[in-house]
């Protein structure tokens, strides 16, 4: 089974870019679908972004289109997730999930998740 470990989080001001990094271990990424999310505090978590995991076709949710873009390496087994023009209500913790199924904006078609990296964006 693969094991996700995300990286890169940390304090931005609102307008700056960051980048997150997803290391995948265990099973080659390439036999999975991956996808970002993430949760505000108190809130529900919520679909950001996706990837196939044979032909990298993407999708994003519609707060980030134009904003992020989530790209992967298989030769690296590593997922990434930049993130642009961050906004104050980008702050979240950002996870990264892993599927054998169907790609999905829900996560409970999710099966492994990593620990999630915290993004504070500020004015």
């Known amino acids: 089974q693969v094991q996700l470990v995300e990286s890169g989080g940390g304090l931005v001001q609102a307008g700056g870019s960051m980048r997150l990094s997803c290391a995948a271990s265990g099973v080659s990424s390439v036999t999975y679908n991956l996808a970002w999310f993430r949760q505000a505090p108190g809130k529900v978590r919520e679909f950001v972004a996706q990837i196939s995991r044979s032909t990298g076709t993407t999708m994003y949710a519609d707060s980030v289109k134009g904003r992020f873009t989530i790209s992967r390496d298989n030769a690296k087994n590593t997922v990434y997730l930049q993130m642009n023009n961050l906004k104050l209500e980008d702050t979240a913790v950002y996870y990264c999930?892993?599927?054998?199924?169907?790609?999905?904006?829900?996560?409970?078609?999710?099966?492994?998740w990593g620990q999630g990296t915290q993004v504070t964006v500020s004015s």
């Open positions: 999930a892993a599927t054998s199924f169907a790609l999905s904006t829900i996560g409970g078609q999710y099966e492994t």
